[in-house]
Each structure stands twice: as structure tokens, then as C-alpha cells.
T-cell receptor, first 112, second 115 residues
Framework: SQQGEEDPQALSIQEGENATMNCSYKTSINNLQWYRQNSGRGLVHLILIRSNEREKHSGRLRVTLDTSKKSSSLLITASRAADTASYFCATVSNTGGFKTIFGAGTRLFVKA | DGGITQSPKYLFRKEGQNVTLSCEQNLNHDAMYWYRQDPGQGLRLIYY???????QKGDIAEGYSVSREKKESFPLTVTSAQKNPTAFYLCASSIFQGSNTGELFFGEGSRLTVL
């Protein structure tokens, strides 16, 4: 089962624009994480936000979490061509063990 | 350098053959995971382990087996019982913190193709 559902499935923007990706999940969580994957490569961790946090920043990344709506968003500001990748949200539930469950991802294409 | 090494990167298998994918980590992490990724899809959890000699089934364990005899190693065997094994397989590890487990560190993946 996939816990997170990302929206949109794909996003194409111009360099310099902001990119926003959304994630919805189903069960209560301890934390939510965002990962990036370049084509054919492993995933790289970007940022983690805990269930008692509402917003977190890291460089050009801004993540928000709304536990009442079971949703999160990832904002990449001033995008670059090198940001072209797939982005996944992942959740760790506070029930049922310590599994990290991933969504289907958003494919971001940044045009130079 | 610390990290996770998966091998082989590419593997071809005939139907009916078992194959074993290797995953080694030198991060001193207790927890290790195997995920499967199909084209354009997210990751689905196959097996995970929090400690040596212990592992649990994930969401799609049928047709797969694992072992955890050493902390650093978590090999995955794709058996002939797996009906559709062609996929990209990703191994990961993390510090085990129970339900507060955080960042996963991933290997570069193994792409299995059944001929």
C-alpha cells in the first residue's frame, strides 16, 4: 500500500520559477520526509518534518505540514535545470512498526 | 567513504531462476530495507530489518526472501515464485529509532530484467 499520494504527477516549469508539489497521506504519522531521485539513481533525502512542526526550510526548499488535513507541500524556489528529477514524499507511521512508506512521486522538469 | 553499495547494477535472469541482489552498508546502521520500483512508480516495501537475525515482511514480500546474518549485509533473493520480477530494486538503511525513524540512505539500485 502506498501511504502518500503526490500531486501533480508531473510538472514542467521554466528556470527561475517556483515549483510546488503536494502530498496527501492516510494515517497518523510521526514524521514526513521528502526525497529526490534522478533518473535511474537511488533516492536522496531532502528534508524531514515532524508531526508537531508546521513548516521547515532548507536552502531553496520549504516544506509545510498540515496534520489536520493529512497533507504536506514541498516548494522549490528559483528552480534550476539541475532540479529536474522525481520528488517523493514518505511517511513513518506512529502505528504498525517503523516502515517508511513512499508515494508515487512528482516528476519535475525545469526548462533552461 | 560511508555509504551503501548494491551489486550488481544490472542483472539479467531467465525465467525460473533465482537471483540474489547484494546490499552492503558501512554506516553502522541497524535498520535496512528493500524496495521495488516499477517504471514511473513509487517505491514499494519488500522486506525490512531492524536488527541482525530479524526481519519483517513489507507490502509485497511474496516471491522474495532475505537474510540478515551480519549488521552490514542484507541480501535479497528474487525467487522463481515472483511472477513479475523485472524492476529496479533499491536497498536503504537508517538509524533505528522505532516509529521516529528518520532519514533513509539509499544505494544506487540494481536493475533486474527477466528474459
Amino acid at each position: 500500500s502506498q501511504q502518500g499520494e503526490e500531486d501533480p504527477q508531473a510538472l514542467s516549469i521554466q528556470e527561475g520559477e517556483n515549483a510546488t508539489m503536494n502530498c496527501s497521506y492516510k494515517t497518523s504519522i510521526n514524521n514526513l520526509q521528502w526525497y529526490r531521485q534522478n533518473s535511474g539513481r537511488g533516492l536522496v533525502h531532502l528534508i524531514l518534518i515532524r508531526s508537531n512542526e508546521r513548516e521547515k526550510h532548507s536552502g531553496r526548499l520549504r516544506v509545510t505540514l498540515d496534520t489536520s488535513k493529512k497533507s504536506s507541500s514541498l516548494l522549490i524556489t528559483a528552480s534550476r535545470a539541475a532540479d529536474t528529477a522525481s520528488y517523493f514524499c514518505a511517511t513513518v507511521s506512529n502505528t504498525g512498526g517503523f516502515k517508511t512508506i513512499f508515494g508515487a512521486g512528482t516528476r519535475l522538469f525545469v526548462k533552461a | 567513504d560511508g555509504g551503501i553499495t548494491q551489486s550488481p547494477k544490472y542483472l539479467f535472469r531467465k525465467e525460473g531462476q533465482n537471483v540474489t541482489l547484494s546490499c552492503e552498508q558501512n554506516l553502522n546502521h541497524d535498520a535496512m530495507y528493500w524496495y521495488r520500483q516499477d517504471p514511473g512508480q513509487g517505491l514499494r516495501l519488500i522486506y525490512y530489518s531492524q536488527i541482525v537475525n530479524d526481519f519483517q515482511k513489507g507490502d509485497i514480500a511474496e516471491g522474495y526472501s532475505v537474510s540478515r546474518e551480519k549488521k552490514e549485509s542484507f541480501p535479497l533473493t528474487v525467487t522463481s515464485a515472483q511472477k513479475n520480477p523485472t524492476a529496479f530494486y533499491l536497498c536503504a538503511s537508517s538509524i533505528f529509532q522505532g516509529s521516529n525513524t528518520g532519514e533513509l540512505f539509499f544505494g544506487e539500485g540494481s536493475r533486474l530484467t527477466v528474459l
